[in-house]
């Protein structure tokens, strides 16, 4: 696999976590930690006045040496409002990247195509490396390229479901036709299913729920990372195509029941 | 003299620019994003920001999100 470059920065990790839902924010951090991974998600809110004025203490936790971060839209369910977050975001912490999350129905929390792809226009044009979420529509992954986003980040499935590659055959026409990385996003409930993203030819996975949510988050992360890294090596190692029907891998000659006038 | 802070109406009190209101709330103003009247305001401009009567203000945070 080439190495994975998202707007001129690269990553040794194929591997993106979410902070959301972690028990703590020590957690999150050993997490991160023990997986590798170099870019993180993070939301934004408003300071609870009541009870935390002080404001959450989330980013001092992140190192920004180590991993990017970039503040999602998420909330947002129009282009206008995503925008407003995304200033908001560059304003609070000078951050640049944006995950355009434009999620108007909360029960099934799919993104908004049209609302996207409007904000992901004018985020562009404000110098925004623009991350967008996706269903896995290839034509709209297109678009969404050729409007200047840095990347596309198409749904395995629901967020928070743990489904696993359900749009596959759309991530396939997807990824078959991206000119930036594709990230598979949402969804993934185990390391297998983000093993066969990067299988299918997805440049990296971004996970949360699935780590942040099991009985062992640091140990959860390691085993995505070295899913990840599994499917990667594989590929390396130029897998052979599948064919329908067998293929002996023993030899079919010398077989001790034999006679030589046969 | 009444603002409306984060979407709950407060007596403004004696703040006179958003630094102020920022303290008197017991907010740490690092890296957080603070809007007036839906406008951004940079965290050096918070010093000479007024704060008036009527005023829509909102102070945003990062949080855990995926």
Known sequence: MNALIIAGHT????LFIGTGKFGSHDLMRQAIEASGCELVTVALRRVDLDKNPEGDPLLSKLDPEKVV??????GARTAEEAIRIARLARAAGGFDWVKLELTPNLHHLLPDPIETLKAAEVLVKEGFKVLPYINADPVLA????????????PLAAPIGSNLGLRTRDMLEIIVANARVPVVVDAGLGMPSHAAAAIELGADCVLVNTAIAAAADPVGMAKAFAKAVEAAEEGLNAGPRAARAGAEASSPLTGFLWQTENR | MAITVNGKTRPLGDAKTLAE???????????KAVERNGQIIPASDLPTTPVADNDQIEIIQFVGGG
Request: aromatic share 4%.
């Open chain 1, 11 to 14: 990553f040794h990790s194929r």
């Open chain 1, 69 to 74: 971060v970039v503040p999602n839209t998420s």
């Open chain 1, 142 to 153: 297109k678009r969404l390229e050729e409007a200047g986003t840095a990347a596309v980040m």
């Open chain 2, 21 to 31: 209101l920022l303290a008197a709330l017991g907010v740490n103003a690092s890296r």
